[in-house]
C-alpha cells in the first residue's frame, strides 16, 4: 500500500503504510506515543513561559519601588521583597501637567471605542446582509471590491481625511465633525473598520438557512423585519465576535488617535499618552510598567472574560477552513 | 468627576444621533413604493457603508495616488519619489528590512503558533497553556513596545542589568548588548515583538481547525498505525489547509501595514525602518508627502498579490455554495 496524497481529497481517509508498524506491540505503541506526548508537552511548556516572561516581568516591576526598578532586575524579587502601590497611584492621579494623567486618557478610550465598535457593527452587519442575501447586479464584484479595500493602509487615506472633516464638512466655524471631541475619531475608526467587518459578518450571514429567509418572505416580512427579526439574533455569535475584535483593535490603535485626536486630554486615548511617555520619559520605568498596565488592563479583561464566545462566534463564521 | 460626566454626556449624544439616523433608514426601508421597492431598500442598507468607504476610502487612496507624483510644493514630477525609493540607500533599507519582516513574521508566527495548538491538544490543562500564548493579541502594540523595550533594556558592563535578556547574556559570560541600537540584529529583535503578538492569533485559529478534523479520520489514522509525526503530515495539514491560508495572508497583510512597533521602539532609527513606518516619517515629519505617497502606493503593490489570492480563493468557495 501507498501512501494517498490527500490534498485536494478531503473526503478520502488517508492510507497510511502499515508494514512499518506490522510485529509492534501495543504496548510498545503506547509506550512511544506517551514519550512524543511528553516532548511535546515539554516543548508547549517552554514557550508558554517565553511568551508568557516578558509580561510578567513587567507587571511585578510596576509594583516594586522606583530605586529598585532602576537599580536591579526584577528577578531580584525572589530576594528583596519590596513592593509599593505608588507607582499606579502616580500615574493616575491628575497632578499638573508633569503629570501622566492616565486616569483622563483612560476615559477617553472608552468613550472613544465603545460607540466606534457598535456603529461599525451595525453598518457592517447592515451591508454584510445585503451582499449575502440582496438581489442586485453587480454583487459579487462590489463584494470584491469592499473586501480588497482591506488592503488600503491606513496612511494613505489619513490626510485627506482628516482635510475632509476639518474643510470640506464644515460651514463657517460649524463643522459637522467638530475637533476637539470624539466624533472624528468614531467616523475614522467605522471608516477603518467595514472592509473587515463586512467581509467576516457576510460570512456567517451568508450561512443562515435559506429557508429562515425564504419563509419570512413568503410571509410578507420586508427587509427590515428580516434584517433585525432574524439576521441580528441569528448572527449574535459572529457580531459578538467581531465587536470584540474591533472592541481590542481601537482601544490599541495608535495611529487614527495620532491624526484626529489632537492629543490633548480631552480626546487622546490612552495609548497615545503611553507612546508619549516613552518617547519623552524613555527611562522612568517606574511609570512606563504601571502605565502600560493600566493601559492593558481592558483588554486583558475583555479577552479573559469573553475569550471562549469570542473564539468560538468567529471562527464558526469568518475563518472557516 | 465633572469631566468625566461631560465626556459621557458627549457619547450619549453621539449614540442618539446614530440610533435617529439608523431608525430613519429603516423608516425609508418599510415605506419604500411597492415599484422598485427591492432596489430601494439594498441601496438604503447598503448606503452608509458603501458611503463612508467611497468617502473615507476610496476617494482618499486615490488622491495620495496622485500624490505620489508630486513633489513637496504638490508640482507634478513623474516618477521621481520612486526613483528616489528605490535607489538612494536610506529608502533601500526601508524596502530590505519590509521583506524581512514579511517573510519572517507570517512563517515563524504560523509554524510556532501550529505546533504549540499541536501540543497542547487535548492536554492537560488546554485552556489556560493556550491563554497564556494568546494575551499578547490583546496588548496594544504601544504596550508591547514597552514590555519588550524592558526586556531589551542596556546597563553598561559591571551594573546590575535591569532587561532580562542582557542579564542572560552576562550569566552566561557576555558583554551586555544594546538590542534596539545595533543593526543589523536590532531588525529582528523588533520583528521577535511582532511574532510574539500574532502567534496567538495563528494558534487559537489553527487549534479550533485541528479539533475540526472528523474524529473518524484521526481514529483512521491511528488504527492505521501512523506515527504522530505522519498524522500531522498526512491528517493534519491536508484537513485545516484552508485555515492555514487564511492565517498566513492575515498575518502577512498586518505585518506590511505595521508601524506601531517600529515607530515606538526605534522610529525607524538605527536602520530599522520599515516601510509602514516611514511612509509616516516622510508624510507628516519630513514634510515629503509625495514621498510618503510613493511608499504608500508600494505598500499597496505588495499586498496586492496576497488580496488577489485570497480574493480568488474566495470566489471558488462562493462557486462551491
Known amino acids: ?19 512499518a508498524t506490522q510485529g509492534r506491540s501495543t504496548q510498545q505503541k503506547r509506550v512511544k506515543q506517551k514519550l512524543t ?11 508558554a513561559v517565553i511568551w508568557t516572561i516578558p509580561t510578567f516581568g513587567l507587571l511585578v516591576s510596576s509594583f516594586r519601588p522606583e530605586a529598585n526598578i532602576k537599580g536591579n532586575g526584577w528577578w531580584n524579587v525572589l530576594t528583596d521583597r519590596q513592593f509599593t502601590l505608588e507607582n499606579y497611584a502616580d500615574v493616575l492621579s491628575p497632578g499638573g501637567s508633569q503629570s501622566p494623567n492616565l ?28 451582499f449575502a442575501w ?19 493602509p491606513l496612511q494613505m487615506a489619513l490626510i485627506p481625511l482628516l482635510q475632509l472633516f476639518t474643510k ?5 466655524d460649524f463643522q459637522l465633525l467638530p475637533s476637539g471631541t470624539y466624533a472624528q475619531l468614531w467616523v475614522a475608526h467605522t471608516i477603518f473598520g467595514l472592509p473587515l467587518a463586512i467581509f467576516l459578518l457576510h460570512n456567517f450571514i451568508a450561512e443562515i438557512p435559506g429557508e429562515v429567509i425564504e419563509a419570512a418572505r413568503v410571509d410578507g416580512a420586508g427587509h427590515s423585519t428580516i434584517f433585525w427579526r432574524i439576521i441580528v439574533p441569528l448572527a449574535t455569535p459572529a457580531l459578538a465576535s467581531f465587536g470584540i475584535f474591533q472592541f481590542l483593535w481601537l482601544w490599541n490603535d495608535l495611529l487614527v488617535a495620532l491624526v484626529f485626536s489632537g492629543g490633548g486630554a480631552d480626546v487622546a486615548p490612552i495609548t497615545q499618552r ?21 493601559s492593558i ?10 475569550q471562549r464566545y469570542f473564539v468560538r462566534g468567529l471562527l464558526a463564521g469568518g475563518l472557516k477552513g | 468627576m465633572e469631566e468625566i460626566a461631560d465626556k459621557g454626556i458627549q457619547v450619549v449624544v453621539g449614540l442618539a444621533i446614530f440610533t435617529a439616523i439608523i431608525g430613519l433608514i429603516m423608516l425609508v426601508v418599510d415605506r419604500a413604493p411597492k415599484s422598485g421597492r427591492e432596489k430601494i431598500q439594498v441601496a438604503a442598507f447598503l448606503a452608509p457603508a458603501l458611503v463612508l468607504l467611497a468617502v473615507g476610502l476610496v476617494f482618499p487612496a486615490l488622491q495620495t495616488s496622485y500624490l505620489s507624483l508630486t513633489n513637496r510644493d504638490g508640482d507634478f514630477v513623474g516618477l521621481e519619489n520612486f526613483a528616489w525609493l528605490f535607489t538612494q540607500p536610506e529608502a533601500l533599507v526601508t524596502l530590505r528590512n519590509t521583506l524581512i519582516w514579511v517573510v519572517l513574521v507570517p512563517l515563524l508566527a504560523s509554524s510556532i503558533g501550529l505546533a504549540y495548538a499541536v501540543f497542547i491538544d487535548r492536554a492537560r490543562g488546554e485552556k489556560a497553556l493556550k491563554a497564556l500564548v494568546f494575551m499578547p493579541m490583546a496588548i496594544s502594540f504601544v504596550g508591547a513596545g514597552v514590555i519588550w523595550r524592558f526586556v531589551y533594556a542596556y546597563k553598561g558592563a559591571g551594573q546590575d542589568q535591569i532587561g532580562l535578556l542582557n542579564q542572560i547574556l552576562v550569566w552566561l559570560g557576555q558583554e551586555p548588548r544594546q538590542f534596539l541600537l545595533d543593526a543589523p540584529a536590532n531588525t529582528f529583535f523588533l520583528i521577535a515583538v511582532m511574532i510574539w503578538i500574532q502567534t496567538g492569533f495563528a494558534m487559537v485559529v489553527l487549534s479550533a481547525a485541528i479539533k475540526g478534523i472528523p474524529t473518524e479520520i484521526v481514529e483512521a489514522a491511528r488504527l492505521d498505525g501512523a506515527s504522530a509525526w505522519q498524522q500531522f503530515r498526512n491528517v493534519t495539514i491536508p484537513t485545516i489547509r484552508g485555515s492555514l491560508i487564511v492565517v498566513v495572508t492575515t498575518i502577512t497583510i498586518g505585518t506590511l501595514k505595521v508601524f506601531d512597533i517600529v515607530r515606538t521602539m526605534t522610529a525607524g532609527q538605527y536602520e530599522t525602518s520599515v516601510v509602514a513606518n516611514e511612509m509616516y516619517t516622510q508624510a507628516f515629519r519630513a514634510g515629503e508627502p509625495g514621498r510618503g505617497a510613493a511608499l504608500a502606493l508600494v505598500l499597496f503593490l505588495m499586498v496586492l498579490p496576497v488580496v488577489v489570492y485570497n480574493a480568488r480563493l474566495l470566489r471558488k468557495q462562493k462557486e462551491i455554495r
Open chain 1, 1 to 19: 500500500m501507498s501512501t494517498v496524497p490527500v490534498e485536494n481529497r478531503k473526503d478520502l481517509l488517508p492510507e497510511v503504510k502499515d508494514d
Open chain 1, 37 to 47: 506526548s511528553r516532548r511535546a508537552t515539554a516543548a508547549a511548556i517552554i514557550i
Open chain 1, 103 to 130: 486616569l483622563s486618557y483612560f476615559v477617553n478610550s472608552l468613550a472613544i471605542v465603545i460607540p466606534g465598535t457598535i456603529f461599525t457593527l451595525v453598518l457592517g452587519s447592515m451591508a454584510a446582509y445585503m
Open chain 1, 134 to 152: 440582496g438581489r442586485f447586479r453587480g454583487k459579487d464584484g462590489l463584494f470584491i471590491f469592499v473586501f480588497a479595500l482591506q488592503i488600503v
Open chain 1, 168 to 172: 470640506v464638512l464644515a460651514i463657517g
Open chain 1, 274 to 294: 503611553l507612546a508619549e511617555l516613552q518617547g519623552s520619559r524613555g527611562g522612568e520605568w517606574q511609570r512606563l510598567t504601571a502605565g502600560a498596565f493600566v
Open chain 1, 297 to 306: 488592563v481592558v483588554p486583558l479583561a475583555v479577552f479573559f472574560g469573553l
